[in-house]
């Protein structure tokens, strides 16, 4: 247990580095481009970027606050099933999560095929299998994630079961 807690840990500080420098560059780009813009001298790719790195930044996001678990979810929803079947629906549940996530890596990096020799339009040089390449990878970081949690999660729904039985 101890290795993989120290595995999850490795991993948040992964996902952690990679959004806070997808935070920063996207602050430095947008600033360039509003100095730029308000110098008279537009720069011609800033947007295009900017929106390739938003999209970064939500996905990694994503990925790192399923880590944390800090997307919605609904405990009271498991709090009000049965003790029996709480651990059940929980696996069920991230059974249907990971399924999806599968999904999703697999239909991105279709998507990557589709667009190989496309380009950015304001820079030629930079494929665009490069910007969508974040769809299937955000996917498999998903996974790990939810992988990294479930044996919190089947802790969390068997003690809900345990405090049901002493009460």
Do not use: C
Request: proline residues 4%; without cysteine; glycine residues 6%.
């Amino acid at each position: 247990m101890i290795k993989l807690d120290h595995a999850r840990a490795l991993f948040e500080r992964l996902l952690e580095t990679i959004t806070v420098f997808l935070i920063i560059s996207l602050a430095v780009v947008v600033v360039l481009g509003v100095i730029y813009r308000w110098s008279g001298a537009s720069l011609s790719w800033y947007d295009e970027i900017a929106s390739v790195q938003l999209a970064w930044l939500t996905y990694y996001g994503a990925s790192l606050a399923g880590l944390k678990r800090a997307h919605i979810g609904v405990p009271g929803l498991i709090a009000v099933v049965p003790p029996l079947f709480r651990v059940p629906l929980v696996l069920l549940a991230e059974a249907v999560v990971i399924g999806f996530f599968l999904i999703l890596a697999w239909y991105g990096y279709i998507v990557l095929v589709v667009l190989e020799g496309d380009t950015l339009i304001s820079l030629p040089w930079i494929s665009t299998q490069v910007t969508q390449s974040v769809i299937p990878i955000s996917a498999v970081l998903f996974i790990i994630a939810e992988l990294l949690n479930m044996p919190q999660i089947i802790r969390e729904a068997s003690a809900r079961v345990e405090m049901m039985r002493h009460e």
